[in-house]
T-cell receptor
Framework: ELKVEQNPLFLSMQEGKNYTIYCNYSTTSDRLYWYRQDPGKSLESLFVLLSNGAVKQEGRLMASLDTKARLSTLHITAAVHDLSATYFCAVQFMYSGGGADGLTFGKGTHLIIQP | DGGITQSPKYLFRKEGQNVTLSCEQNLNHDAMYWYRQDPGQGLRLIYYSQIVNDFQKGDIAEGYSVSREKKESFPLTVTSAQKNPTAFYLC???????????FGDGTRLSIL
């Protein structure tokens, strides 16, 4: 059974600080996703990581993937209040014909950034 | 506009009643998915469909049913067998290749 664990599950930090959210998964996966969810809203795609060593950056967020360690990180640089949200990682298996299994999600990291 | 439309936004179910959640997409995506989210939790996969007239059970399919008669539509029925249906239900789609799943705005289901 595929398991995805995120930590921390809750994080309160001050604006301007840096922090990292960790995502560990239990078995080999073809791709890893990061999503953001605002309260009461749906999920917004942030990053898709497809291969070992992949690194993607968008603004103050940077995601990386180490498939050997089965670990992805989401790093926040110089946090601002607008980044307050819940962040989910999810992993997915791909079939040889190009189809895909559903996503397996972590429980999410609830991030609060205080002025 | 291209997108995923879920309806209704809020739904209330009486004891012993089946209810159907709608998910329609005009993205021309082949794959469609249903997830359930409980408060403070991640999403869990209920059912998914890679092509028309075919679908597979996810991790928590008991008490739910689906159909995929058209590429654009993937309705989810929450049956009376689902004893704890109160949750936020999200529909997602994905196209071929390295694209992420796109999510609809969700339906909140509660028990009357």
């Amino acid at each position: 059974e595929l398991k995805v664990e995120q930590n921390p599950l809750f994080l309160s930090m001050q604006e301007g600080k840096n922090y990292t959210i960790y995502c560990n998964y239990s078995t080999t996966s073809d791709r890893l996703y990061w999503y953001r969810q605002d309260p009461g809203k749906s999920l917004e795609s942030l990053f898709v990581l497809l291969s070992n060593g992949a690194v993607k950056q968008e603004g103050r967020l940077m995601a990386s993937l180490d498939t050997k360690a089965r670990l992805s990180t989401l790093h926040i640089t110089a946090a601002v209040h607008d980044l307050s949200a819940t962040y989910f990682c999810a992993v997915q298996f791909m079939y040889s014909g190009g189809g895909a299994d559903g996503l397996t999600f972590g429980k999410g990291t609830h991030l609060i950034i205080q002025p | 506009d291209g997108g995923i439309t879920q309806s209704p936004k809020y739904l209330f179910r009486k004891e012993g009643q089946n209810v159907t959640l709608s998910c329609e997409q005009n993205l021309n995506h082949d794959a469609m998915y249903w997830y359930r989210q409980d408060p403070g939790q991640g999403l869990r996969l209920i059912y998914y469909s890679q092509i028309v007239n075919d679908f597979q059970k996810g991790d928590i399919a008991e008490g739910y049913s689906v159909s995929r008669e058209k590429k654009e539509s993937f309705p989810l029925t929450v049956t009376s067998a689902q004893k704890n249906p109160t949750a936020f239900y999200l529909c997602a789609t994905s196209g071929f290749g390295n694209q992420p799943q796109h999510f609809g705005d969700g339906t909140r289901l509660s028990i009357l």
